[in-house]
């Protein structure tokens, strides 16, 4: 049976994706690159990762080695892709190391940009894992999973019609656990404000432990996921898990309010926080209290590595932050 395991089991390797056209980054593109390079450097210290760092333009690749030639666990890989967001565009790593591949459609149609459906199979050949295609739409950051056949996800993304126009929850269901083997999913209804993804789960509710799922508590008082953030709350607190164990809820203060240079509140959030071996990254967009209180309530269950935050308010321009620019390889 497949089983898809935790993020907090041991990786073989993590996919990073580089920063790589200057056509979609424009100005945020060196701010991109400085803060992916931060976190791949966190991620390749001593006992961590195997970084393979997939860069999406052959323009961008002596650069690209150049900031890395110091560093011995980064293999800078050539490739092609659309964008960064390799969670979503990815396949899913299952515990024998089969890749599993989904369509994908940017978003339910948003961002159709080349080589992004091709993405899947590129990083299956160069890890040589099988690769298994799936004939229906999903994104990785729209699954979360607590390594035992739990899968908690969004009503709003993945029964969304611009996605699989005949899904309802058990249809779902039923797809979930064939591919991926899902033995319950917990449904969440809304995710975060202004999110193009249409409510990826990874931006509001996350496994960090067994039995521990984390979810955001508004920071501040004009927080615009303030009632999402609490029904989510909610909704975990009343659930189980695939075996019928209730499930813990902690809460983690969110960045509170974050705009983009129109003054448009963009999808900012403490829970695209990614388990690499040995650490925890967080990303901040500016507000360091809440980002300092965020790591403390993560301290509390993830016990076993230190949570390290990293800022993130330049890739966050481009839609995302570090759970959506990668992907892991389980061993």
Not at 312 to 321: D, E, H, K, V
Request: proline share 6%.
């Amino acid at each position: 049976m497949t089983v898809i395991p935790a993020e907090w089991s041991p990786h073989r390797a993590m996919w990073v994706g580089w920063p790589s056209h200057g056509e979609l980054w424009e100005e945020n593109l060196e701010p991109a690159q400085a803060e992916v390079e931060a976190l791949v450097r966190v991620l390749a210290g001593p006992g961590r990762e195997q970084v393979r760092l997939l860069v999406g333009k052959a323009e961008a690749l002596d650069d690209a080695r150049a900031r890395f030639a110091d560093v011995a666990n980064v293999e800078v890989v050539d490739g092609r892709f659309g964008d960064i967001w390799l969670r979503d565009t990815g396949p899913i790593f299952d515990a024998k190391g089969v890749a599993h591949a989904f369509e994908f459609n940017g978003w339910g149609g948003k961002y159709a940009l080349e080589h992004d459906d091709a993405v899947a199979g590129q990083i299956a050949a160069h890890a040589r894992a099988a690769l298994t295609p799936h004939a229906f739409i999903l994104e990785g950051g729209a699954v979360d999973h607590d390594g035992a056949g739990t899968i908690l996800t969004t009503r709003q993304c993945v029964l969304n019609p611009n996605r699989n126009a005949d899904w309802d929850e058990a249809t779902a269901g039923t797809a979930l656990a064939a591919a991926l083997g899902a033995r319950k999913v917990l449904w969440l209804g809304e995710g975060l404000f202004n999110d193009h993804t249409d409510g990826h789960v990874d931006n509001l509710a996350r496994f960090v432990a067994p039995g521990v799922v984390a979810c955001p508590v508004a920071w501040g008082t004009k927080d615009p996921n303030a009632d999402v953030y609490d029904a989510a709350a909610r909704d975990l607190a009343a659930m189980t898990d695939a075996d019928d164990n209730a499930l813990r809820v902690i809460r983690i203060p969110s960045p509170g309010v974050v705009v983009d240079e129109d003054e448009k509140v963009v999808p900012a959030s403490h829970m695209n926080f990614l388990i690499a071996n040995g650490a925890v990254i967080v990303p901040t967009y500016g507000d360091e209290t809440a980002a300092r209180l965020a790591c403390e309530a993560l301290a509390t269950v993830i016990t076993d590595r230190p949570i390290i935050p990293l800022p993130s308010l330049a890739i966050l321009s481009g839609g995302g932050s570090f759970h959506c620019i990668t992907q892991q390889e389980p061993e």
